[in-house]
């Protein structure tokens, strides 16, 4: 205390005291805020905050230490200087901007220390320099000791301040940055106060007007108040603005920016956090997998724009349905899913029937009315999964078989069933990386004259050795890969590397290659084999390509022209497996095939099953009448072998004449005779004949 001065004046002026505390502990606030921002910022806006935070320390010292002392009537006249005292307000404010400048500096321990003992010294030399321009009639003593004591408890205390502010390891580090700076500021003003002795020197009572002093301390606080005010706002501002750029970021995020409903992420957390509940709860949650059925029919006939209405329409009309413990996102595509929280079996099916009623009734598009449907599967924990990829593997699964039937549009997860298809999905994978990882090979079996045993030549029939299962039948990968669009890469290899070594052989053999009925649908083939052809050199007559009746079936016009287009290239057409499929003579009438290979089926018959025989008959005379020669496939022995050039077949393919093998086994077997297997092989080639 100012000793002498403060045993009159105390107890006058003790809500002055408080007002200057009030704006030091507003100012340290404050200050603490705009300077942690400043440590946040680069560039300009650092500029910008450190002068802020400045300002704001300044002013809060500078007010502080003016409004302390006018709290005491000094029973003397008083006066300030005025050079001195705005002196005061500029090292407040440069010497604390440079202190905070320092503690930001990149030099995570040293910088907060070098910067507070800046900003304590900057109180210091504030506080004194303002002593110095206070000007009061008495003997003025300093003791040296609480002088040294005042600056070094303000550096200690202000570095203290920028440490723990700055430390964001320590909980509410703002707050108690900001009581160790009032803590700063108020003990150098106190024991600087100590250090001051005045002994009054006047007798005749005349004082400085008492209530001047307040009014001009309360006007000093209101401005530092303000000044404090317009940082704190600055500071607000600039957090509303910084948080609502989170919160649109978040948002975007977390939500589906055309239907506007929860994405993937989002799914997977609220799945993930219901989940935990359930188990703590030990009660249901359902999970449903919705896949759209006919939204791409949609896109392709009005176009995309049409899609995203739909979509939008349908997530609408789904997040409208919603109550309470029901979730329903959109995880990419035509694909939805839903959460629900449930007790009991009726409360599932209650959310179902709600969603078909969304999804089933009509939306308008372009004026027209329609319905895209879907299909839905459920999985319930903890019955049929514990986690979140079981539980959405396993809807998915459900929603697949859904999918798969056309009489149902809801189907719950049954281990059993879907089980299958989780292994197919499985092996569809593998069969995506077979391709890259060199697993596949091509077989190629031989086709003889029947009345000569000459080759004819090759058909090319696909390998795939899985790394763990072994071989695997193209019956069980074939239909794997046209589900999932596979078989159109696979089918290119096939034709490329059928081309490419039936080029290399020394005799002009066919090559048989089999083509798939997704291939037509999707790729523009009569381009791709023109492109193979010149690229592998291969004649065109050389290569036929072997189609099944369902190619034909699944969409005749477009087939028919593509085959058209194929055979102007003057490459053969052989129809495949004939007399298993719809054997529609309409299909022989529609296509001029260079060639009908009767399914392997009756060649099994044919020995026991008269009716089997006259199947045969009847192909072969058909073929005779529309000059399309026949292949029999599937010849296992001699005798059956017999009954076709009895019948007068042409050409026959089967385990007698050769198995399919790999191209070096077959190269060596017939360009070889010397090898071993070659003389059997020699040996049916003239039976044959
Ligand atoms: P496919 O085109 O009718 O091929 C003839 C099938 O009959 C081959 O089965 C062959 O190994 C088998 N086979 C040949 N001779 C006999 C015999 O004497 N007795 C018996 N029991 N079977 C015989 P594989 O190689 O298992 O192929 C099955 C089917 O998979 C093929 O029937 C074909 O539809 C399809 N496939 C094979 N490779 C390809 C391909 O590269 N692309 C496409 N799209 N389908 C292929
Ligand atoms: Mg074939
Ligand atoms: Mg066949």
């Not at 030099?107 to 002593?131: D, E, F, K, N």
Request: hydrophobic content about 50%; proline content about 3%.
């Amino acid at each position: 205390m100012m000793r002498v001065i403060s045993c009159v004046t105390v107890e006058h002026n003790l809500w002055l005291v408080l007002v200057a505390a009030l704006v030091c502990a507003a100012g340290s606030w404050a200050t603490i805020r705009l300077f942690l921002r400043a440590h946040e910022a680069t560039g300009l806006q650092q500029i910008g905050w450190h002068f802020l935070t400045a300002v704001c320390a300044g002013s809060s010292i500078w007010c502080t230490h003016f409004v302390a002392m006018l709290a005491y009537e000094p029973g003397a006249p008083i006066a300030f200087d005025p050079v001195l005292t705005i002196a005061s307000l500029f090292i407040a404010i440069a010497g604390t901007a440079a202190g905070f400048i320092a503690a930001t500096a990149h030099a995570p321990r040293l910088a907060p220390i070098v910067g507070g003992a800046i900003v304590g010294l900057a109180i210091s030399g504030m506080h004194y320099t303002g002593m110095a321009a206070y000007r009061v009639d008495g003997i003025v003593e300093w003791n040296t000791t609480y002088l040294v004591a005042s600056v070094v408890l303000s550096v200690v205390f202000a570095c203290a301040a920028l440490s723990v502010a700055l430390n964001d390891r320590i909980a509410g580090r703002k707050y108690l940055g900001a009581a160790i700076l009032v803590v700063a500021i108020v003990s150098l003003h106190f024991t600087a106060m100590a250090a001051l002795q005045v002994t009054p020197m006047v007798t005749r009572g005349d004082y400085t007007d008492p209530a001047a002093l307040q009014a001009m301390a309360l006007g000093i606080a209101l401005a530092g108040l303000i000044v404090i005010g317009t940082g704190l706002a600055s500071y607000l501002i600039d957090d509303r603005s910084r948080m609502e750029a989170f919160e649109r970021l978040h948002h975007l995020a977390m939500n589906d920016t055309l239907t506007g409903l929860p994405n993937r992420t989002n799914f997977n957390e609220h799945l993930d956090r219901e989940i935990t509940r359930a188990k703590e709860l030990g009660c249901q949650l359902a999970v449903i997998g919705i896949d759209l059925d006919r939204f791409k029919e949609i896109n392709d006939i009005w176009g995309h724009s049409a899609g995203d209405e739909a979509l939008k329409a349908l997530a609408s009309r789904m997040s409208a349905l919603l109550q309470d413990g029901e979730f329903i996102a959109r995880l990419g595509g035509d694909e939805f899913a839903g959460v629900k929280r449930m007790k009991g079996q009726s409360d599932i099916l209650d959310f179902v029937s709600r969603l078909e009623t969304a999804l089933f009734t009509p939306i308008k598009i372009a004026d027209v009315e329609t319905t895209t449907g879907a299909s839905l599967g459920v999985a319930i924990y903890p019955n049929d999964a514990q986690n979140r990829e079981t539980m959405v593997n396993n809807a998915d699964l459900a929603m697949y078989r859904a999918k798969a039937n056309v009489a149902r549009r809801v189907c719950f997860y049954e281990q059993a069933m879907d089980e299958a298809v989780r292994a197919n999905r499985t092996l569809a994978n593998d069969l995506r990386d077979a391709v890259e990882n060199a697993q596949l090979d091509l077989h190629y079996q031989v086709q003889t004259s029947v009345s000569t045993g000459d080759i004819r030549g090759y058909e090319a029939l696909l390998r795939w050795k899985h790394p763990t299962r072994g071989n695997i039948s193209p019956a069980e990968f074939i239909p794997l890969a046209e589900e999932n669009g596979l078989i159109l890469p696979l089918g290119e290899w096939v034709l490329r590397t059928a081309c490419a070594k039936a080029a290399s052989w020394d005799r002009p053999y066919k090559i048989a290659v089999n083509l798939s009925p997704v291939q037509f649908a999707h790729a523009d083939l009569p381009k791709l084999v023109h492109e193979i052809l010149l690229v592998t050199g291969l004649k065109p007559s050389r290569l036929e390509l072997e189609i099944t009746e369902s190619t034909i079936i699944a969409d005749k016009n477009r087939t028919l022209n593509i085959l058209r287009r194929i055979k102007a290239l003057g490459v053969t057409i052989a129809i495949d497996d004939f007399g298993t499929g719809y054997s529609s003579l309409e299909t022989l009438r529609a296509f001029p095939f260079d060639k009908i290979k009767l399914d392997r089926s009756f060649m099994s018959e044919v020995e026991t099953s008269p009716q089997a025989k006259a199947i045969i008959r009847a192909v072969l005379a058909l073929g005779q009448s529309l000059a399309i020669p026949v292949l029999a496939e599937g010849v296992e022995t001699h005798s059956q072998l017999s009954i076709l050039r009895a019948e007068g077949c042409n050409e026959a393919q089967g385990f007698l004449l050769g198995r399919p093998a790999p191209f070096g086994e077959i190269f060596a077997l017939s360009q070889r005779e010397d090898v071993a297997g070659a003389e059997d092989y020699r040996q049916i080639r003239q039976a044959v004949a």
